[in-house]
C-alpha cells in the first residue's frame, strides 16, 4: 500500500510512523513524536513527503479490487456474449467480425430468417465441396455428350479401340448366286446397324464390305472365299490396327456394354486355349510327334505366350466356325493368307472342300505345323453362340447355344437359311438384346407399365367373377 492511501493507525489523524509529523503540527488530539530514530533534523513535510513519492514511482497507483463497475459485472457480460469456434487464429474471426457474418444464433426472428441464415451457413461451409461435385458432373456430362468418350476410348494409349477392326461381310447389292428379297434387306439393316452402334460405341473402326463387288470371283465359284482376300486388303488399308474381328451378317451383338479389351483381350491367355483336344469335334491328332519338328510344333500349348497369338478361332459341332474369328497383324498372318488364298491349292481341292474356306484352314491346321504354332481357340460362346435351332441334332449344348442367364456377347443365326427363319431368329434376339440392356429409367417405365397392366388385369378378373355370380344368383 502506497503512503498516499494509508489511513494513520491513531483516532483523528497522525502518523505513528517517526518523522513524518513534526512538533509544529496542527492536528487535533495524540501526535506522533516529534523526534524519532533516524529523523530528519530539519524535518519533514507531509507535502514533501508525498511529492517525493510521486518522483520515484512516476505516477500514483490505482487498484480497485473489484470495487468498480466493470470488475463487479465482467462474468455476467463475458457470459451472455455469444462464443464463435475460431479455428483458423484471431485474424480470421476479426475478418469474420469485420464481415458481420452471423453474430447471433438463427433462433431469434422469424422462419424464414432463420431459414435463410442456416442455409447461409451450411452454403458456406460446402462451398467448396458442391464445387468440386459441379465441376465433376459438367466433366462427365461433357464427356458423354461430346466426341470426348469415343476420342478417348479409340486412343491408343487410353481406351485402345483403334488397335481393332470389325469387318462385317454385308452383301448390299445381292449376290451373284441368288436374290434378295424383302427378308434379307431386313436382316442386313438390322444387322449393319448394330455393328455401326457397337463400334462408334467403343472407339473401334467399321469396314463394311458389299460382298456384290466381288465379280471376279464368280467364275471360280468362289463367291464365300472373298474373306480371305478382305481381311488381306484391311491389313493395307488400316496399318495402325493390331485385331481384325471379321463378322458374318447374321451374327448380332447381344452385349454392346462388353468391349473387346474387357471381354477378350485383357486375359488372352485365360479366355482361350491351344490344346484342340479340349473340344475336338473333327478328332485331330494332336500334338505332332515327328522328330525332326522342334519343340514349339511338337508341344501341346506352342510356346505357351500370348503374343504368339496370330489366329482366334471357335469351334461349333462341325469344327472351325468363321462366322466370327479374329487375326492378328503379324508376319505368320501375311504368310498364311497367301497361303490359304492359293489358287494352286483351291483348283486341286475345292470339290473336296464342302464349307470352302473353312475346310480350307481345317485342312492347313492338321497338315502344317506351323499354322498350330500361332492358333488358339476361343470358347464357343464367348464369341459366336448358336441359337437352339443350329447344331441342334443332339438338343441344345451348353457349350454352343446361347444361354440368356450367362448373357453371352454375340450369337450368329448360322445356317439359317436351310429351312430356319433368319429374320424370325434375328428380330427375336434383337428385342431380346433391347429388353436386356435397358437404362434404368426404361426399366423403371416397364416397371410401372407391367404394374398397370396387372392391376388391370385383376379389376377385370373381379368384374367377371363379380357378374358370374350375379347370374347364378
Excluded at 113 to 142: E, G
Aim: charged letters at 25%; aromatic letters at 14%; proline letters at 5%.
Amino acid at each position: 500500500m502506497t503512503l498516499s492511501r494509508s489511513p494513520s493507525p491513531r483516532p483523528g489523524g497522525g502518523w505513528s510512523t517517526p518523522g513524518l509529523n513534526t512538533a509544529y503540527s496542527t492536528n487535533s488530539g495524540p501526535s506522533s513524536p516529534v523526534k524519532s530514530f533516524n529523523a530528519d533534523p530539519n524535518g519533514v513535510t507531509w507535502a514533501s513527503a508525498s511529492a517525493k513519492s510521486h518522483q520515484v514511482n512516476g505516477y500514483p497507483s490505482f487498484q480497485t479490487r473489484n470495487n468498480g463497475f466493470f470488475g463487479r459485472s465482467y462474468r455476467k457480460i463475458s457470459g451472455s456474449l455469444p462464443t464463435f469456434n475460431i479455428g483458423a487464429g484471431p485474424r480470421d474471426y476479426a475478418e469474420k467480425e469485420k464481415l458481420g457474418r452471423g453474430r447471433w444464433p438463427p433462433d431469434q426472428g422469424s422462419w424464414p430468417a432463420r431459414a435463410r441464415t442456416i442455409f447461409a451457413r451450411v452454403l458456406r461451409r460446402m462451398r467448396l465441396r458442391s464445387l468440386i461435385v459441379f465441376l465433376i458432373l459438367l466433366m462427365t456430362i461433357l464427356f458423354y455428350t461430346t466426341p470426348l468418350h469415343r476420342a478417348y476410348r479409340r486412343s491408343g494409349y487410353f481406351g485402345g479401340g483403334s488397335k481393332f477392326v470389325i469387318i462385317l461381310g454385308a452383301n448390299q447389292g445381292g449376290g451373284v448366286m441368288e436374290w434378295k428379297g424383302a427378308r434379307e434387306w431386313a436382316i442386313e439393316r438390322d444387322s449393319v446397324r448394330n455393328k455401326k452402334k457397337y463400334a462408334k460405341k467403343w472407339g473401334y473402326d467399321l469396314e463394311i464390305v458389299d460382298m456384290s463387288t466381288k465379280k471376279r470371283y464368280a467364275h471360280e465359284w468362289r463367291e464365300s472365299w472373298e474373306k480371305v482376300d478382305t481381311i488381306r486388303n484391311c491389313l493395307r488399308k488400316y496399318p495402325n490396327a493390331e485385331w481384325f474381328w471379321w463378322m458374318d451378317l447374321t451374327t448380332f451383338v447381344m452385349e454392346p456394354s462388353y468391349s473387346l479389351q474387357s471381354h477378350i483381350f485383357n486375359q488372352l491367355s485365360s479366355n482361350t486355349y491351344r490344346d484342340v483336344n479340349v473340344y475336338n469335334p473333327l478328332n485331330i491328332t494332336h500334338p505332332f510327334t515327328e522328330d525332326q519338328l522342334d519343340d514349339v510344333s511338337r508341344s501341346v500349348d506352342g510356346d505357351g505366350k500370348p503374343d504368339s497369338i496370330n489366329l482366334i478361332v471357335p469351334q461349333d459341332c462341325g469344327g472351325f466356325n468363321l462366322g466370327s474369328f479374329f487375326m492378328r497383324r503379324s508376319a505368320w498372318t501375311d504368310r498364311l493368307l497367301d497361303i490359304w488364298w492359293d489358287p494352286v491349292s483351291y483348283e486341286q481341292k475345292h470339290m473336296e472342300w464342302e464349307h470352302k474356306e473353312q475346310d480350307a484352314l481345317e485342312y492347313l491346321y492338321m497338315n502344317q505345323p506351323w499354322v498350330r504354332s500361332s492358333t488358339a481357340f476361343i470358347p464357343q460362346r464367348k464369341l459366336n453362340s448358336f441359337p437352339d435351332g443350329a447344331c441342334s441334332d443332339h438338343g441344345v449344348d451348353p457349350r454352343i447355344h446361347y444361354q440368356q442367364k450367362d448373357r453371352d456377347f454375340v450369337v450368329n443365326m448360322a445356317g439359317c437359311e436351310w429351312g430356319r427363319d433368319c429374320w424370325g431368329e434375328m428380330y427375336n434376339f434383337r428385342e431380346l438384346s433391347n429388353y436386356l440392356n435397358r437404362t434404368p429409367w426404361e426399366k423403371f417405365k416397364d416397371g410401372l407399365s407391367d404394374m398397370f397392366k396387372r392391376t388391370k388385369a385383376k379389376v377385370k378378373a373381379k368384374g367377371k367373377q363379380g357378374g358370374g355370380n350375379d347370374k347364378k344368383g
